[in-house]
């Protein structure tokens, strides 16, 4: 289909007045994705030709909105009875944080997901990028290259100046990015489900005279968790979200440390048991 050095593409190319694009990634070992933009009696025209070479075996990626697919996509979900193992990878303050379960599926499908984006995303951009009249509205979701990975965000708030702030679906947590830099997805993006689940720190407060929790404890906080393999385990819901025991093994004692009591016994949270 490609052709020595790209001709046959290039003549599809030149035939149909369209942009297309083979992703180097083979989907199911069986099927390569085929982008085509441009004009809508361009795209008509280079798929005609695409199925005349091919026998008819083009086959649109998918049927269904991206709106559909979305609906269709869960978060993935914790246990609510045994312990699992998870990683911090974001946090709000020492009693909001996210995790994503640690385990050889979640490593496949956090590969899955960059083989993904960057099949797609790698191959010429302007057909992604959001246009002056066509910007990103709030509940958007899009996918950036952020800190040499790529990731699928969703618009959380319009900012001034060009500026959004996007929440990460597979690490938590939000940052605020121009707008340049986001470029719109696929339907095929959400076949697999957002890795971030957003969780409280089971029976913890912060202290009477505190709205929220002090800087302190979230640094300690940050200093329990980072870096390490935790069993989470699930104690009560508040609102949707997981209320948790965060435990990991002390490497010099050889015994079990709860997060949630450490914080209670360096004074920085008040224990509660509701």
Known sequence: ???????????????????????????????????????????????????????????????????????????????????????????????????????????????AIQSKLAGCYLSPRPKFLYSEEDQPCVGDYCAAYIDYAWCRMRVVEALEDGLVSVSYLDYGGVVTLPTNVLLKSRPDFFETPFQAVECYLANVVPHEHEIEYSYDASTIFSQLVEGKVLKLNVVSQRNGIPCVNLTYENEETQQTTSVNEELEKWGLVRWSEV
């Open 1 to 111: 289909m490609i052709g020595k050095s790209g001709k046959h593409v290039a003549e599809m190319k030149q035939r149909s007045g369209a942009s297309i694009c083979i992703e180097p990634e083979m989907r199911n070992e069986q099927i390569r994705v085929v982008s085509i933009a441009g004009l809508s009696n361009e795209i008509k025209k280079a798929e005609k030709i695409l199925n005349a070479r091919f026998d008819n075996r083009l086959v649109k990626i998918s049927d269904i909105s991206t709106s559909e697919a979305i609906s269709k996509c869960q978060t993935m979900s914790l246990p609510a009875e045994n312990d699992v193992d998870v990683i911090v990878t974001a946090f709000v303050d020492a009693g909001n944080f996210f995790v994503q379960l640690f385990s050889t599926q979640n490593d496949a499908d956090l590969i």
